[in-house]
């Protein structure tokens, strides 16, 4: 919209022209050409062209001003109404005539824009259904995972249940640390012991490996059993294993169990399948996956294949070291020796070291054996994290070994206690633990064996 101008100077102008000769018929032509100007201020007009029309009409009044003596009224009216006047209708008449078209060119527009913004809306009512369908995939994806960390969860709880006990755990003094040091690497195999006979025993019920003991004690005890029995030992999620001196005392017990309603009710019994042995590879770098170590090994170590390519070797879990990785792998027993006939496990550009894996599990809240944290019976009860026993950890005097201690009182074993519980040179419990693995692991024929 072209910017209004001001007719003050014109209207100044008029004043003037009143006080001459001829004041009636010059204040009958400039209210004309005052009229004149706010018409074509009115107008739509570009500013240019509008400030060009005001500017002229101003000049002119002001001729008239000027001359008015020389200038006659009725010349001065002929001229604003026969040329003037005409000039600025012609102009409306052309502003009107413009607005009108552009009106009429509106109304096509919006027909037109109607049937675009229609197929529009069916092309975005399409999409919208494409992405719907998407959707309905990402949430059932959603759903799954969500179900999955729910699972995941439970068992990262566990973990930082077991992070925060070994934070909460106290320093060991240097003395403590040089006696619970690793063996050096034997890098000799072991060999299998075949004289154990062993029968493992599962509750019926969830129950505790203690709670089975008495059990198995009282019943056994009561009947007045001749049956002979090395050992009973505890195993996870409450169950028990009973190792006999010779096959037929083992055969005898069996029977025995099955005679018992109360214990054949209470367990299910069954010869434990021997374990596969188990190595650690060592000084593993820190970026090597499970996947990538065994295709590793399998393309460097025929030996770890059978004839069908078939791997003989299953990487099973990391164990995190200081500046590398360590990998604990169980192989089949018809290898077992010939892997420890090797200088070491070549891996693409590099040949590994490894030794014997004896998985002992103990639990780092009770500090006993037979079981992990996650399965510990008694959860709720406070241990001192030094030893073990029933007391706070700041009154803890003596470091003393718990599974030592509770052997001598139950078996009358004549174990030396003045240890931690974590020792594993020191401790006869963790060294029979031990032994109780070697003897239910499969290690392969023993030399001169005809098997």
């Known amino acids: 919209m072209p910017k209004p101008v001001d007719t003050s100077t014109i209207a100044d102008a008029g004043a003037k022209t009143t006080r001459g000769p001829g004041t009636g018929s010059q204040s009958r032509v400039i209210p004309n050409i005052e009229d004149i100007v706010k018409k074509v201020n009115n107008l739509n007009l570009d500013q240019d062209l509008t400030e060009f029309l005001v500017s002229s009409l101003q000049d002119l009044s002001k001729l008239f001003t000027a001359k008015a003596r020389d200038i006659k009224a009725a010349v001065r009216d002929g001229i604003i109404e026969n040329f003037i006047v005409p000039i600025v209708d012609k102009f409306a008449a052309r502003e009107t005539s413009f607005m009108a078209t552009i009106f009429d060119l509106k109304a096509k527009n919006v027909d037109t824009d109607l049937v675009f913004y229609q197929a529009k809306v069916r092309e975005c009512e399409i999409t919208i259904e494409g992405l719907r369908a998407k959707l309905q995939l990402v949430s059932t994806d959603l759903s799954d995972a969500k179900d999955e960390l729910k ?37 000799a195999p072991v060999i299998s012991k075949r004289d154990n006979h062993v029968v493992l025993l599962r509750p019926v019920k969830p129950s505790t490996s203690e709670e089975n003991i008495k059990v198995i004690e009282n019943v056994l005890t009561a009947r007045n059993s001749a049956t002979r029995i090395s050992r009973i030992g505890k195993v996870s999620q409450g169950g028990l294993i009973i190792e006999a001196p010779t096959e037929a005392d083992l055969q005898a017990l069996e029977a025995e169990i099955g005679c018992l309603p109360k214990l054949e009710e209470r367990f299910t019994v069954s010869r434990p399948k021997r374990r596969r042995p188990q190595i650690i590879i060592l000084g593993v770098d820190n970026s090597v996956d499970k996947d990538r170590l065994l295709k ?72 006993r054996f037979g079981h992990t944290t996650k399965w510990c019976p008694r959860k709720e009860d406070t241990f001192c994290t030094r030893c073990g026993m029933d007391h706070p950890v700041d009154t803890c005097k003596d470091i003393i070994c718990v599974n030592c201690t509770e052997s001598n009182q139950r078996f009358k074993s004549g174990f030396n206690v003045n240890h931690g519980p974590k020792d594993k040179v020191n401790c006869n419990s ?20 005809s098997d």
Do not use: M
């Not at 077991?162 to 690793?182: A, C, G, H, K, N």
């Not at 004839?307 to 990391?318: E, R, V």
């Not at 420890?340 to 040949?351: A, K, V």
């Not at 963790?430 to 064996?449: C, E, H, V």
């Open 151 to 187: 699972k995941t969860s439970s068992a990262l709880v566990e973990t930082a249940k077991e992070v925060r006990t070994l934070i909460d755990q106290p320093r060991p003094s240097y003395t403590e640390v040089l006696r619970s040091s690793p063996v050096a690497l034997s890098n």
């Open 296 to 367: 590793g090994l399998l393309a460097k170590n025929h030996f770890l294949a059978d004839s069908k390519n078939h791997a003989l070797i299953d990487i099973i879990f990391p164990i995190k070291a200081r500046r590398s990785t360590n990998w604990v792998a169980s192989v089949d027993p018809g290898i077992y020796k010939l892997i420890f006939d090797q200088p070491g496990l070549y891996f693409e550009f590099s040949r590994l070291r490894f030794d014997n894996f004896f998985g002992v599990k103990q639990c780092h809240h009770c500090k």
């Open 430 to 449: 963790f060294l029979r633990q031990k032994d109780n693995l070697i003897r239910l692991t499969d290690y392969g024929p023993s030399p001169g064996s």
